[in-house]
């Protein structure tokens, strides 16, 4: 199912499931930065490890883009 096909699923739950995902990621975004551990992903076909440094250095390039 792509990204706009579940927003319109009839299914109230399966509606939100993206935004819980989201939330989710970002979470363990989070909880990887504060306990200085990797965050595995899954990206391109790879699975990649990235240090909570490489965590803190793209939030700080975000908010750089931001302002």
Do not use: C
Request: without cysteine; proline residues 1%; hydrophobic residues 45%.
């Amino acid at each position: 199912m792509k990204t706009n096909d579940i927003t319109k699923a009839k299914n109230p739950a399966m509606r939100g499931a993206l935004n819980a995902l989201i939330r989710a990621a970002a979470a363990a975004r989070k909880i990887a930065i504060q306990t200085d551990t990797h965050l595995v992903i899954f990206k391109d076909g790879k699975i990649q490890r990235l240090s909570a440094d490489e965590l803190r250095l793209q939030d700080e390039t975000k908010d750089a883009m931001r302002s």
